[in-house]
């Protein structure tokens, strides 16, 4: 049997703000904004990706902007920096890791996972996206 992580709850303050966040500026597909009465659900998927990020105005169980360590995984760390900047979002620098301790630039030998920019949303919900295998 597979078991499938399908959806990551996200806690936002401002659900039009992190909607235009997440479609406009990470480029997320908008699957989902659906409303009944004072209830509204908002989900978004990124390109290729199998799982989603939910939020809306009765799902979030913490705080806006506590969540930490939600990660993406690209193929090319250098062009997903591009994206990001162009698209308005401010990205760390490009770094890798070396014995735990953060580096400039991407892995030198460009090993998988070792590579990582990272950025908040508007909540400071914390991202990093990593290189993967190319």
């Known amino acids: 049997m597979d078991w499938k ?5 996200v806690p936002v303050s401002d659900i039009d703000r992190a909607k235009e966040f997440y479609a406009e500026k990470l480029g997320f597909n ?4 659906h409303r009944d009465g004072d209830f509204r659900i908002v989900q978004l998927t990124p390109p290729g990706s199998a799982c989603s990020v939910v939020f809306g105005t009765t799902t979030n169980i913490a705080d806006a902007g506590t969540v ?17 900047t162009e698209r308005g979002v401010q990205p760390s620098e490009i770094q890798h890791f070396v014995h735990g301790e ?4 991407p892995d030198p030998d ?16 914390k991202w990093a996206i990593q290189e993967g295998p190319r």
Not at 5 to 9: C, K, P, R
């Open 102 to 105: 953060p580096q400039p630039g």
């Open 30 to 33: 908008l699957d989902v904004d």
């Open 68 to 84: 930490a360590g939600l990660q993406i995984t690209v193929t090319d760390i250098e062009q997903a920096h591009r994206e990001l």
């Open 110 to 125: 460009r090993a998988p996972f070792n590579s990582f920019v990272f950025f908040a949303d508007p909540d400071g919900n």
């Open 5 to 9: 992580l399908e959806v990551i709850m």
